[in-house]
Nanobody, 124 residues
Framework: QVQLVESGGGLVQAGGSLRLSCAAS????????MGWFRQALGKEREFVAA????????HYADSVEGRFTISRDNAKNTVYLQMNSLKSEDTAVYYC?????????????????WGQGTQVRVSS
């Protein structure tokens, strides 16, 4: 059974940092696009960042570009999201997801597997 399990969320002050982890099990995702999405209370889920190892590229939402970094450890079948200079508007539940597309997509319906989410709260 395929599982994506996020961890690393929590409460942090504005300007601080957090690193989210997403541990995958049940299959290897080295050839898949791995992405992060988030959903704030009362808002739709939105794309945050994604990584494709096949084409060797990453992509970020404009709102997090320069502050967030996505990385992967294939040996651990794990993807990370390093979040720096956090703002109150970054408060949301963050989800890890896997897409079998070769190139990066930002549409959530193109992602096949999802984690349960981890809450990030940024206090101002």
């Amino acid at each position: 059974q395929v599982q994506l399990v996020e961890s690393g969320g929590g409460l942090v002050q504005a300007g601080g940092s957090l690193r989210l982890s997403c541990a995958a099990s049940g299959r290897t995702f080295s050839n898949w696009v791995m992405g992060w999405f988030r959903q704030a209370l009362g808002k739709e889920r939105e794309f945050v960042a994604a990584s494709s190892l096949i084409v060797g590229s990453t992509h970020y939402a404009d709102s997090v570009e320069g502050r967030f970094t996505i990385s992967r450890d294939n040996a651990k079948n794990t993807v990370y999201l390093q979040m720096n200079s956090l703002k109150s508007e970054d408060t949301a539940v963050y989800y890890c997801a896997a897409s079998r597309y070769v190139t990066i997509t930002t549409a959530d319906f193109t992602y096949e597997y999802w984690g349960q989410g981890t809450q990030v709260r940024v206090s101002s």
